[in-house]
């Protein structure tokens, strides 16, 4: 599965452009584009190796974030958070060590309120 996502996520690299922006970790850059869905993604990632570090964010068709997120070392991490199209919290995705979920909450525009070790 993660060969396949992995694969998937180069498909993306392909078809991103590169820009400079300051909320990357260090050694990372920015990468927006389509997927094959699509949905627009922005991520941060190692220009040198694609291994996705920082902030996550994919877009619907209407430009609004739906699913936001952070990935330390390739790794999903912390809460992930699906938006509805009018930014409202759906559901809420704890992720811990080596992006195992802790819990998950499905919601209706509420803020989740749990904290994410």
């Given amino acids: ?27 990372c850059q920015v990468f927006r584009g389509k997927q094959a869905d699509g949905k627009t993604v922005e991520m941060c990632a190692r220009s040198s ?9 994919e877009f619907g068709s209407n430009g609004k974030p739906e699913l936001v997120g952070q990935y330390a070392d390739n790794v999903k991490f ?12 759906k559901q809420a995705i704890c992720y811990g060590d080596g992006g195992k979920v802790r819990w998950r909450e499905s919601r209706n525009g509420e803020v989740e309120k749990r904290s994410c070790p």
Avoid at 78 to 89: K, Y
């Fill in 1 to 27: 599965m993660l060969r396949g996502h992995w694969l998937a996520c180069l498909s993306v690299c392909a078809a991103l452009s590169l820009c400079a922006c300051s909320k990357c970790p260090a050694n």
């Fill in 49 to 57: 190796n694609f291994l996705r570090n920082g902030p996550y964010t």
């Fill in 78 to 89: 912390g809460i992930w958070r699906a938006l509805d199209g009018e930014g409202r919290l």
